[in-house]
């Protein structure tokens, strides 16, 4: 169950890997995540985006970025191992309709769920506008992918080390000043990222969706740690989302809660980093 | 509750026994209330802070046999009559007292799938303590018949001396029965649809089977090994659980008939979408629903920190708010945690509260301080949008309402403000939404719970519920009440359907 079947390191930090998951591979709809662990006893629900699925094959793509200890582990998991624990689909798929021109912003690992999405779009019928951006050359990934969908590619690094230098906000303010005014925006990526995007956006009133990435336990709607503010209600991410209004979404708040134990986390990245340190001298 | 030692009440036991033995058929009713109300032995609350060790003990065998011989063996039985499942309750008690557990434990199993879990976790002095004749005579529910002591203590003795027994399963039918969801309401109807010959499969969300049994219901109430033993006889009946499965997600509930052959499904997934009161500052960093925090701390492991990768929130002092047995476990398991103060918060006075006695009695022991008549006004966060305190308003007991329970009613600028960094709430749960949200032919009332006949019926043929998702947040017993109802159903369902295929190819 659940063996990974291929796997490929995208960049420094980011990993992509084709696992089996037959059921999950026929249910599943662009926009929708899993929850994996890489440990049933003592490991730690994460929630990441299905990138891709191949129903033939009967598997599901995930690309991840190392962050702490259980996505460090998972990046150590090879083809022919087996993910203990690997739930889904979760969450609302996107809606997809024709919109008419529709821009798809990503950021670093952001531009993973969004290939899917914009896939979609341009299957619909939308002009497909793309931006995608990282802080580096190195962290751009899916650059040829979502190139072959877009009718409009930007890329941008915050460094300039790669394609125009600027944030991604630039660019997507500029197509906003067009005339008309694109007819929708979807950016994912980190959430301060899609808070700048939903305030470059909002004075045009052009709507914009943004996936939340909140921390999750069950991922079935129990236990409300994915809570979110969206406007005047409270939604839970898992089952309400992952996807809503960027200009309702309390972004502060969102960003505090995702940091509710960085303290305890910080201390679980350094394990990571000096286990990964030793590992490279030991190669050496 | 009490100062003795758990050794202590054991001698005492050893050396009354010997007496009441010998006229243990004799004795008088008078008599009988005389014998002494055995005491649970429990872990030290000094202690078992700083554990998750199960905190009551269990009776020793002569504490067990002492207790039964209290049992008057009423004509009028009220203590059958207020059980749920209406345990033959005199009748177990009876071979207790004569030393016969294997029997009393038979007697048990003729109404009661799971004793050693309802046995720890049954609000008995709401059920068939209530109105034991023992208790009425000496005017004190507390000096009922200890009913479910006694009855964990059939059970333990049975797992102790590994004489459980599997239950007998019909040769194969070859109908399949999907049951959704693994606690109470959903282990019931597997194991009585498995000994009826049907193949059983039971789906389960979750990477752990139990249910809030395992997610909610801490160890220090019901420890894991219990529910792992239950779980270990459906799989020797020869269930099937599928883990990691969302039904509705991983599949949509009608193509478990549809495309993968189910006979009939029943829907036990439990409540869901804990609810929060609506006031100013329940986003903020260090508010959890009990749920999380709980989840949290048993099926993720976090209360063994080191080695669980979930985190849970350092807390020092803590406010629960809520006064039901989900708000003593989320307090307590605080406590265990490290929290310095832990306060419960509770709107109306402790006559009120729903927790089982003995649990609020345990949490006191542990230090957990109880404030009545107050309410949570707002929770107040610092710069970094974390919780620093709590505003909160008290409460007085004013004209009895409908139910003629008296209404708490606000005392107007009453404000004061509880320092604490985290609040937990425990003021109950709504439906869980994934089955209605991808089964919309499903009716559901406006709280999303499914609507089912008597039967345990829903509107969709072949579909039957219980449990939580019916009654709204319920109990463990009334689960298990439902669960063997709609087994019952689907079993004569399945056998009028056999029996028409048999007649039709004859
Ligand atoms: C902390 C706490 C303490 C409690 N203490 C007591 C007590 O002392 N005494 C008492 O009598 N009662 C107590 N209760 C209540 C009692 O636990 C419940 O009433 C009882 O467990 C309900 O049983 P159930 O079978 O309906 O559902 P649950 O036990 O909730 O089980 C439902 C299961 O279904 C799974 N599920 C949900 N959706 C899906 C899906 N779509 N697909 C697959 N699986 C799914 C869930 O993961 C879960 O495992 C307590 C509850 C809590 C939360
Ligand atoms: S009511 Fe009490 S005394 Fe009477 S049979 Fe039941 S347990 Fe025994
Ligand atoms: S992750 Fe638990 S409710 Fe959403």
Same mark, same amino acid.
């Given at each position: 169950?659940?063996?990974?079947?291929?796997?490929? @390191?995208?960049?420094?930090?980011?990993?992509?890997?084709?696992?089996?998951?037959?059921?999950?591979?026929?249910?599943?709809?662009?926009?929708? #995540?899993?929850?994996?662990?890489?440990?049933?006893?003592?490991?730690?629900?994460?929630?990441?985006?299905?990138?891709?699925?191949?129903?033939?094959?009967?598997?599901?793509?995930?690309?991840?970025?190392?962050?702490?200890?259980?996505?460090? @582990?998972?990046?150590?998991?090879?083809?022919?191992?087996?993910?203990?624990?690997?739930?889904?689909?979760?969450?609302?798929?996107? =809606?997809?309709?024709?919109?008419?021109?529709?821009?798809?912003?990503?950021?670093?690992?952001?531009?993973?769920?969004? =290939?899917?999405?914009? @896939?979609?779009?341009? !299957?619909?019928? !939308?002009?497909?506008?793309?931006?995608?951006?990282?802080?580096?050359?190195?962290?751009?990934?899916?650059?040829?992918?979502?190139?072959?969908?877009?009718?409009?590619?930007?890329?941008?690094?915050?460094?300039?080390?790669?394609?125009?230098?600027?944030?991604?906000?630039?660019?997507?303010?500029?197509?906003? %000043?067009? !005339?008309?005014?694109?007819?929708?925006?979807?950016?994912?990526?980190?959430?301060?990222?899609?808070?700048?995007?939903?305030?470059?956006?909002?004075?045009? %009133?052009?709507?914009? @969706?943004?996936?939340?990435?909140?921390?999750?336990?069950?991922?079935?709607?129990?236990?409300?740690?994915?809570?979110? !503010?969206?406007?005047?209600?409270?939604? #839970?991410?898992?089952?309400?989302?992952?996807?809503?209004?960027? =200009?309702?979404?309390? #972004?502060?708040?969102?960003?505090?809660?995702?940091?509710?134990?960085? %303290?305890?986390?910080?201390?679980?990245?350094?394990?990571?980093?000096?286990?990964?340190?030793?590992?490279?001298?030991?190669?050496? | 509750?009490?100062?003795?030692?758990? &050794?202590? *009440?054991?001698?005492?036991?050893?050396?009354?026994?010997?007496?009441?033995?010998?006229?243990?058929?004799?004795?008088?009713?008078?008599?009988?209330?005389?014998?002494?109300?055995?005491?649970?032995?429990?872990?030290?609350?000094?202690?078992?802070?700083?554990?998750?060790?199960?905190?009551?003990?269990?009776?020793?065998?002569?504490?067990?046999?002492?207790?039964?011989?209290?049992?008057?063996?009423?004509?009028?039985?009220?203590?059958?009559?207020?059980?749920?499942?209406?345990?033959?309750?005199?009748?177990? $008690?009876?071979?207790?007292?004569?030393?016969?557990?294997?029997?009393?434990?038979?007697?048990?199993?003729?109404?009661?799938?799971?004793?050693?879990?309802?046995?720890?976790?049954?609000?008995?002095?709401?059920?068939?303590?209530?109105?034991?004749?023992?208790?009425?005579?000496?005017?004190?529910?507390?000096?009922?018949?200890?009913?479910?002591?006694?009855?964990?203590?059939?059970?333990?003795? &049975?797992?102790?001396?590994?004489?459980?027994?599997?239950?007998?399963?019909?040769?194969?039918?070859?109908?399949?029965?999907?049951?959704?969801?693994?606690?109470?309401?959903?282990?019931?109807?597997?194991?009585?649809?498995?000994?009826?010959?049907?193949?059983?499969?039971?789906?389960?969300?979750?990477?752990?089977?139990?249910?809030?049994?395992?997610?909610?219901?801490?160890?220090?109430?019901?420890?894991?090994?219990? $529910?792992?033993?239950?779980?270990?006889?459906?799989?020797?009946?020869?269930?099937?659980?599928?883990?990691?499965?969302?039904?509705?997600?991983?599949?949509?509930?009608?193509?478990?008939?549809?495309?993968?052959?189910?006979?009939?499904?029943?829907?036990?997934?439990?409540?869901?979408?804990?609810?929060?009161?609506?006031?100013?500052?329940?986003?903020?960093?260090?508010?959890?629903?009990?749920?999380?925090?709980?989840?949290?701390?048993?099926?993720?492991?976090?209360?063994?920190? /080191?080695?669980?990768?979930?985190?849970?929130?350092?807390?020092?002092?803590?406010?629960?708010?809520?006064?039901?047995?989900?708000?003593?476990?989320? +307090?307590?398991?605080?406590?265990?945690?490290?929290?310095?103060?832990?306060?419960?918060?509770?709107?109306?006075?402790?006559?009120?509260?729903?927790?089982?006695?003995?649990?609020?009695?345990?949490?006191? &022991?542990?230090?957990?301080?109880?404030?009545?008549?107050?309410?949570?006004?707002?929770?107040?966060?610092?710069?970094?949008?974390?919780?620093?305190?709590?505003?909160?308003?008290?409460?007085?007991?004013?004209?009895?309402?409908?139910?003629?329970?008296?209404?708490?009613?606000?005392?107007?600028?009453? &404000?004061?403000?509880?320092?604490?960094?985290?609040? $937990?709430?425990?003021? /109950?749960?709504?439906?869980?939404?994934?089955?209605?949200?991808?089964?919309?032919?499903?009716?559901?009332?406006?709280?999303?719970?499914?609507?089912?006949?008597?039967?345990?019926?829903?509107?969709?043929?072949?579909?039957? +519920?219980?449990?939580?998702?019916?009654?709204?947040?319920?109990?463990? *017993?009334?689960?298990?009440?439902?669960?063997?109802?709609?087994?019952?159903? $689907?079993?004569?369902?399945? +056998?009028?359907?056999?029996?028409?295929?048999?007649?039709?190819?004859?």
């Amino acid at each position: 169950m659940n063996k990974i079947l291929f796997k490929l @390191q995208l960049s420094k930090d980011v990993y992509l890997m084709r696992i089996e998951a037959p059921l999950i591979a026929e249910e599943r709809a662009a926009g929708q #995540f899993i929850i994996l662990q890489v440990d049933d006893e003592y490991g730690e629900r994460i929630p990441l985006t299905i990138a891709d699925a191949d129903v033939t094959e009967g598997s599901i793509t995930i690309i991840f970025q190392v962050v702490g200890k259980s996505t460090f @582990q998972l990046s150590r998991m090879n083809v022919g191992n087996e993910i203990p624990t690997l739930v889904g689909p979760l969450g609302k798929p996107t =809606h997809i309709e024709k919109f008419g021109t529709v821009v798809c912003v990503g950021g670093g690992i952001g531009v993973a769920p969004l =290939h899917p999405i914009a @896939q979609a779009l341009k !299957n619909a019928g !939308n002009h497909v506008i793309t931006i995608i951006g990282a802080r580096t050359k190195d962290l751009i990934i899916l650059e040829n992918e979502m190139k072959a969908i877009a009718d409009e590619f930007i890329l941008c690094t915050d460094d300039g080390s790669y394609g125009r230098k600027s944030l991604v906000t630039e660019p997507l303010k500029e197509i906003c %000043e067009r !005339n008309p005014k694109p007819n929708m925006v979807i950016a994912i990526g980190p959430p301060i990222m899609m808070k700048f995007c939903a305030e470059t956006t909002r004075p045009y %009133e052009v709507f914009t @969706q943004v996936s939340l990435n909140t921390i999750m336990v069950d991922g079935t709607g129990m236990c409300g740690g994915c809570r979110v !503010n969206v406007g005047k209600e409270v939604k #839970f991410v898992c089952v309400d989302g992952p996807e809503f209004d960027g =200009h309702k979404v309390d #972004f502060d708040n969102m960003i505090a809660r995702l940091n509710s134990y960085k %303290e305890f986390e910080k201390e679980m990245h350094n394990c990571y980093l000096e286990k990964e340190i030793q590992e490279k001298e030991a190669a050496r | 509750m009490t100062s003795k030692s758990p &050794e202590q *009440i054991s001698e005492e036991a050893k050396l009354l026994i010997v007496d009441y033995l010998n006229k243990i058929d004799d004795m008088k009713p008078k008599e009988r209330t005389q014998i002494p109300v055995q005491e649970m032995p429990a872990q030290d609350p000094r202690q078992r802070i700083k554990n998750l060790d199960e905190v009551a003990l269990g009776y020793t065998i002569e504490q067990a046999r002492i207790e039964a011989m209290r049992c008057l063996q009423c004509v009028k039985q009220t203590c059958v009559d207020d059980c749920p499942v209406k345990i033959d309750i005199p009748r177990f $008690i009876d071979h207790i007292a004569h030393g016969q557990m294997k029997e009393a434990s038979d007697v048990i199993k003729e109404a009661s799938l799971l004793p050693a879990i309802c046995g720890r976790v049954c609000p008995q002095e709401t059920q068939c303590q209530l109105n034991c004749a023992v208790g009425k005579a000496l005017k004190d529910v507390d000096k009922s018949v200890a009913i479910g002591r006694l009855e964990r203590f059939v059970a333990d003795w &049975e797992r102790a001396t590994g004489k459980v027994s599997i239950p007998e399963v019909k040769p194969e039918t070859g109908k399949k029965v999907a049951v959704v969801g693994s606690g109470p309401a959903g282990l019931v109807v597997a194991a009585d649809c498995r000994r009826q010959g049907h193949h059983v499969t039971v789906f389960e969300a979750f990477h752990k089977l139990g249910g809030v049994l395992r997610y909610g219901i801490p160890e220090f109430r019901l420890p894991n090994e219990i $529910i792992d033993k239950e779980i270990e006889t459906l799989k020797l009946m020869g269930v099937e659980f599928k883990t990691n499965f969302v039904v509705g997600r991983t599949r949509k509930l009608t193509d478990l008939m549809d495309k993968d052959g189910y006979n009939a499904i029943f829907v036990g997934t439990g409540a869901g979408l804990p609810m929060f009161m609506g006031i100013e500052g329940e986003n903020l960093v260090g508010v959890f629903s009990a749920n999380e925090y709980l989840t949290r701390a048993n099926l993720m492991r976090a209360f063994e920190k /080191g080695k669980a990768d979930t985190p849970i929130y350092p807390s020092k002092n803590v406010a629960v708010l809520g006064g039901g047995n989900v708000a003593m476990d989320a +307090a307590r398991m605080a406590k265990r945690l490290g929290a310095e103060k832990v306060y419960v918060v509770y709107r109306r006075t402790e006559v009120e509260m729903p927790a089982r006695k003995e649990e609020v009695a345990h949490a006191k &022991e542990e230090g957990i301080e109880f404030y009545f008549l107050q309410n949570a006004k707002k929770i107040i966060g610092d710069e970094k949008g974390r919780v620093k305190a709590m505003e909160c308003l008290r409460y007085e007991l004013g004209e009895p309402d409908a139910s003629g329970r008296r209404r708490p009613v606000v005392i107007p600028n009453s &404000e004061f403000i509880l320092n604490v960094d985290t609040v $937990i709430v425990a003021i /109950g749960n709504g439906s869980n939404p994934l089955i209605s949200q991808t089964t919309p032919q499903l009716n559901v009332n406006r709280w999303g719970n499914i609507i089912v006949d008597e039967t345990q019926k829903t509107s969709v043929d072949r579909i039957f +519920a219980g449990g939580d998702i019916v009654l709204g947040a319920a109990t463990v *017993i009334l689960a298990m009440g439902e669960g063997r109802r709609a087994a019952a159903a $689907i079993n004569k369902m399945l +056998a009028e359907e056999i029996e028409k295929e048999k007649a039709a190819v004859n």
